[in-house]
């Protein structure tokens, strides 16, 4: 399986944009991109996917790299509600989701 | 109906103990889920039933055994558990999409 690294942890500002990295330099040509996050005391929570091009939806932004070895989550405007763990995860199987550790993000007010 | 429900949320049992969990979800998904997660730890998936039949196993121990008696229901039975089995155990379903949809999880405590 193709390995993702992120950071521990991220700190923002409530109201500033946030910007996960993700790098998954051994990604294949048939994985998708997943990002998940898990607030405390909650199941995970799909946020967003893409394979080549950027993709944006009500949640977020997903920046890939032209060579898809790394990628970005971006959140707009941080809200204390995004405190999270945020998990990037590379699947070419929607059935097969497999969780790395993630970056666990604070947002300060 | 767009929710993932398990009961219970909290199980305390003993390592003689048999028991079971039980996922139950209403959207229509054919793609059901059991995932366990430790205390700080990321979410290790165990099962998936794909229109009701088991399509992956992760090497899971026996002492798990999942059934999914009909495409809203999951069960995980559980007999002669562990200590280290202590986790919460969460259920989640999908259409097949990227998207899953997580159930807020059984908080399972093995003595």
């Known amino acids: 399986d193709a390995k993702t690294t992120q950071p521990n942890s991220m700190e923002s500002n409530e109201e500033e944009p946030v910007h996960l990295p993700c790098n998954h330099s051994?990604?294949?040509?048939?994985?998708?991109i997943h990002w998940y996050r898990q607030l405390p005391s909650q199941g995970p929570e799909y946020v967003i996917h893409?394979?080549?091009s950027n993709v944006n939806n009500r949640m977020a932004s997903l920046a890939i790299a032209e060579d898809r070895k790394s990628s970005t989550l971006i959140l707009h405007r941080a809200t204390l509600r995004d405190a999270a763990v945020y998990y990037c995860?590379?699947?070419?199987?929607?059935?097969?989701?497999?969780f790395g550790a993630g970056t666990r993000l604070t947002v300060k007010p | 109906d767009t929710e993932v429900t398990q009961t219970p949320k909290h199980l305390v049992m003993g390592m003689t103990n048999k028991k079971s969990l039980k996922c139950e979800q209403h959207?229509?998904?054919?793609?059901m889920y059991w995932y366990k997660q430790k205390a700080k730890k990321p979410p290790e998936l165990m099962f998936v039933?794909?229109?009701?039949?088991?399509?992956i196993n992760e090497s899971v121990p026996s002492r798990f055994s999942p059934e999914c008696p009909n495409s809203s229901l999951l069960n995980l039975h559980l007999h002669a558990l562990q200590p280290e089995d202590s986790a919460l155990y969460l259920c989640?379903?999908?259409?097949?999409?990227?998207?899953?949809?997580f159930g807020p999880g059984t908080r399972l405590t093995v003595l």
């Open positions: 989640a379903s999908s259409r097949g999409t990227p998207e899953q949809f």
């Open positions: 051994t990604i294949s040509g048939t994985d998708y």
């Open positions: 893409g394979l080549t």
């Open positions: 995860i590379l699947t070419y199987n929607n059935n097969d989701m497999r």
């Open positions: 959207m229509g998904h054919r793609a």
């Open positions: 039933y794909s229109y009701e039949k088991l399509s």
